[in-house]
């Protein structure tokens, strides 16, 4: 990278995604926060095996520090204090941990770049990374407007995801009105009572 003229200039090298998702139920679950445990205990999905072949399985992407609750199928975060502790715990031998490039090469062979490193919040980005494996229904637990988002950015950035893929349902485990209006108006955007929830994903 150099600024030239006030412009800056970066000289980018395509690298292949080194991780395949092989999945078979073509679900995800996002989980944002801890804010919903009391109706919903997000580490019953760490043992969730789906149904009759794992049809309704569900895949989960996390950030932050809830991969201290369980052991997800993939997590990303851009701290250095988070993945300085996967790293000192060895979490990332049985989860795969997306981080910025700087982050992958100060640890090498432990974490993977986010495929094309968009600008994204961390919570967007796992959203964004459950989308570009291809899931057809991504659902949100513990995401609304109830929590205090370190980051203002978080609600654009989600909603940025939302319309690039426009093919994916994404559902929120909420009632209506705890959402933002802003996804609410999204056509791809719907929310999912979580009887509904555990029956429909065989939970």
């Known amino acids: 990278m150099r600024l030239a003229d006030g412009v800056r200039h970066e000289n980018r090298e395509w690298i292949p995604n ?6 078979i139920s073509g679900r995800a679950a996002i989980i944002g926060s801890r804010f919903d445990q009391r109706r919903f205990q997000h580490q019953r999905l760490e043992r969730h095996r789906g149904g009759l072949l794992g049809r309704k399985r569900l895949q989960t992407y996390a950030w932050g520090d ?13 701290s250095r204090e988070q993945l300085s502790q996967i790293a000192q715990q060895s979490y990332d031998q049985h989860t795969t941990v997306f981080a910025p490039a700087r982050h992958v090469i100060e640890w090498p062979g432990r974490f993977y770049p986010v495929p094309w490193a968009p600008y994204l919040t961390d919570l967007a980005t796992a959203i964004y990374l459950a989308s570009f494996d291809q899931h ?3 659902f949100f637990i513990g995401i609304n407007c109830d929590v205090a988002w370190p980051d203002k950015n978080v609600i654009g950035d989600v909603a940025r995801v939302m319309q690039a893929y426009r093919g994916t349902q994404y559902i929120s ?7 933002y209006e802003e996804w609410l108006a999204l056509p791809n955007f719907r929310t999912m009572p979580l009887r509904e929830f555990i029956s429909y994903c065989d939970i």
């Open 66 to 78: 809830l991969w201290q609750d369980m052991r997800l199928d993939f997590y990303t975060s851009s």
């Open 18 to 23: 080194a991780v395949t998702n092989n999945h």
């Open 173 to 179: 485990v909420a009632p209506p009105a705890s959402q």
């Open 136 to 138: 057809e229904e991504i």
